[in-house]
């Protein structure tokens, strides 16, 4: 579909790939609707909160739209023919606006949504609606605990004084801060064995994390096993409703096919 306009609301790895597909001249294969050779313009918007981020191949636009009503006016001004949301598990205000926007202007939207984790044996997971649930949790369970739910959100363990937090982020996390809080700064993806060294080292006694998914940051699961760490998981809110979800890039492009084609077909007298 030559001069098809996509834009991805990215940051994650799988947006960045996704990117790459529709971008490279390629051929795309046993995918309704997205026949020929690639080559469509594609934005991937990024929110901007990561100083250094890794950028996707196409077009990239950084920072906020200004809510949905701001966004509805870009899809508009940029005769955007579909939305791509493959933002963060974790990003529901920007998902929501999403869905909101594409409504308002009548472009098909699509979301990629990677598999949450699931516990094996060995594991002890303790599940949480939300961060200040998981914190709730954390007095009962250890007192030296190994924080890698992002740099937001951090002030729902600001008042636990009595423990000790090591916080993993990729930028420096935003304050308050609990009082005793030791921050690293690293980026994954991470090795089992690195994640089972860093646990030791630290002697962490519990280990709180966002239901992410995928690989780039599940090491640490498998290191807390190992090592009989229990986790505290909180849960991902869901996707807005009557948008259509794939797991992968490869399903997402399937959907682009479809809503392309449907969105072609209602315009034609």
């Known amino acids: 579909m030559?001069?098809?306009?996509?834009?991805?609301?990215?940051?994650?790895?799988?947006?960045?790939?996704?990117?790459?597909?529709?971008?490279?001249?390629?051929?795309?294969?046993?995918?309704?609707?997205?026949?020929?050779?690639?080559?469509?313009?594609?934005?991937?918007?990024?929110?901007?909160?990561?100083?250094?981020?890794?950028?996707?191949?196409?077009?990239?636009?950084?920072?906020?739209?200004?809510?949905?009503?701001?966004?509805?006016?870009?899809?508009?001004?940029?005769?955007?023919d579909a939305v791509v949301d493959a933002t963060h598990p974790f990003a529901a205000a920007i998902s929501a606006g999403a869905a909101q926007a594409a409504t308002a202007v009548g472009v098909p939207l699509c979301a990629l949504r990677r598999p949450g984790w699931s516990a094996g044996p060995g594991d002890r997971w303790y599940p949480a609606a939300s961060l200040a649930d998981a914190a709730a949790q954390l007095p009962a369970l250890g007192r030296r605990i190994f924080l890698t739910t992002g740099r937001l959100g951090l002030a729902a363990f600001a008042d636990l004084g009595q423990l000790r937090f090591l916080v993993r982020s990729v930028e420096p996390p935003e304050p308050p801060l609990p009082r005793h809080t030791h921050i690293l700064l690293d980026r994954g993806p991470f090795t089992v064995d690195g994640e089972r060294e860093l646990l030791r080292t630290h002697e962490i006694d519990v280990l709180v994390t966002k239901d992410s998914g995928g690989p780039a940051t599940a090491a640490k699961l498998t290191a807390a096993r190992e090592l009989e760490v229990p986790v505290v998981v909180v849960r991902r809110p869901p996707a807005p409703p009557d948008v259509p979800v794939a797991p992968d890039v490869a399903g997402v492009l399937g959907l682009l096919g479809v809503l392309l084609s449907r969105a072609a077909a209602d315009r034609c007298p």
């Open 2 to 80: 030559p001069g098809t306009h996509i834009l991805i609301l990215g940051g994650t790895a799988e947006a960045r790939q996704l990117a790459a597909e529709l971008t490279e001249p390629t051929e795309l294969t046993g995918l309704t609707g997205l026949t020929g050779r690639g080559g469509f313009r594609v934005t991937t918007s990024l929110a901007g909160r990561v100083s250094q981020p890794r950028l996707p191949a196409g077009e990239v636009r950084i920072g906020g739209f200004g809510g949905p009503e701001g966004l509805a006016h870009w899809l508009r001004e940029q005769s955007v």
